[in-house]
């Protein structure tokens, strides 16, 4: 597949851009600084700002499939404008924790030792996929990450969850970035959640 990845040059777009590599699709990989991108066979580096829409679709056009790995400044509406004028038809993003639940009825968010210093960002991601829950035009995936993402090994292994944190034995949440990426990538390539939120975890 021909896949733009959205912010190529940070932790989990970084990561995503190599594994898609390593696989063999062929990777356009967009950021605002293109000499921060990995470099390897299969990998395109593209300067771009997706804080421009009309811009953006340019670097989209042609493209099977966008992964966001963007801060949620960029909005739901500005990427999938840039996806409808592309002719982009499929959108995974790199999602937030903060909206999965801990208990019935209780998100991450709202525990009451959730990071005050998280929490802008955390409710960007909330909104982020409200908003994708409205669209029927465009074949949305939206990953919710374990509650620490971090660097660490790259093993494969992982478990899945919908809208539950997944945690071990000893109610731990976590996940390296080099495996959330094997799982984006994996649900890039099985489209098992289609229009849908997911979380992955060890």
């Known amino acids: 597949m021909i896949v733009a990845v959205l912010g190529a040059s940070g932790n989990a777009g970084s990561e995503i851009t190599q594994e898609l590599a390593r696989r063999g699709h062929a990777v356009r990989a967009i950021a605002r600084h293109p000499d921060k991108i990995p470099t ?50 499929r959108l995974l993003v790199t999602g937030g924790a903060a909206s999965l639940e801990v208990a019935p009825g209780q998100r991450l968010i ?40 971090e660097p660490g090994s790259r093993t494969g292994q992982y478990r899945l969850g919908t809208d539950t944190l997944v945690t071990d034995d000893a109610g731990v949440s976590r996940i390296s970035f080099a495996d959330y990426a094997i799982a984006m990538v994996d649900e890039l390539e099985a489209h098992r959640h289609s229009r849908a939120r997911f979380t992955a975890a060890y």
């Open 110 to 149: 709202d525990s009451p030792d959730f990071p005050a210093e998280w929490r802008e960002f955390a409710m960007g991601g909330i909104a982020f996929l409200d908003a994708l829950r409205g669209v029927d035009d465009i074949d949305w995936t939206f990953f919710s990450p374990a509650a620490m993402i």
């Open 40 to 89: 390897g066979e299969g990998i395109t580096p593209v300067a771009g700002d997706a804080h421009d829409p009309a811009a953006l679709a340019d670097r989209l056009s042609g493209g099977d499939a966008v992964i966001s790995a963007l801060h949620f400044d960029v909005t739901a509406d500005m990427l999938l404008t840039a996806l409808r004028t592309a002719g982009v038809g």
